[in-house]
Nanobody, 123 residues
Framework: QVQLVESGGGLVQAGGSLRLSCAAS????????MGWFRQAPGKEREFVAA????????FYADSVQGRFTISRDNVKNTVYLQMNTLKPEDTAVYYC????????????????WGQGTQVTVSS
């Protein structure tokens, strides 16, 4: 089992940047594919980005491609989401997720979730 704790959210102006971090407990972090999702009020939770266990394979939602970068550090047991050129429509609670098997590109593939961190982008 793994516990996930997100940090780094906050309020930023449009065009700005934030870096989210997700720290994982346990010694088996490198076994998990990791993903980021987000949920805006009144909307479904949606996929943002995912990375395989090694960091070599990365996937992004079309809406963030070219602006967001997912990465991981298996020594620090941490996955990151660098968010650049933020837009008001990026406002949401951002969740970190871990998957034992499949690449976490949909909530159904995720086995563990963090508690979320709020990102608010003002226009």
């Amino acid at each position: 089992q793994v516990q996930l704790v997100e940090s780094g959210g906050g309020l930023v102006q449009a065009g700005g940047s934030l870096r989210l971090s997700c720290a994982a407990s346990g010694r088996t972090f490198s076994r998990y594919a990791m993903g980021w999702f987000r949920q805006a009020p009144g909307k479904e939770r949606e996929f943002v980005a995912a990375v395989d266990w090694s960091g070599a394979r990365r996937f992004y939602a079309d809406s963030v491609q070219g602006r967001f970068t997912i990465s991981r550090d298996n020594v620090k047991n941490t996955v990151y989401l660098q968010m650049n050129t933020l837009k008001p429509e990026d406002t949401a609670v951002y969740y970190c997720a871990a998957s034992v098997g499949k690449m976490p590109t949909t909530p159904e593939y995720c086995d563990y979730w963090g508690q979320g961190t709020q990102v608010t982008v003002s226009s």
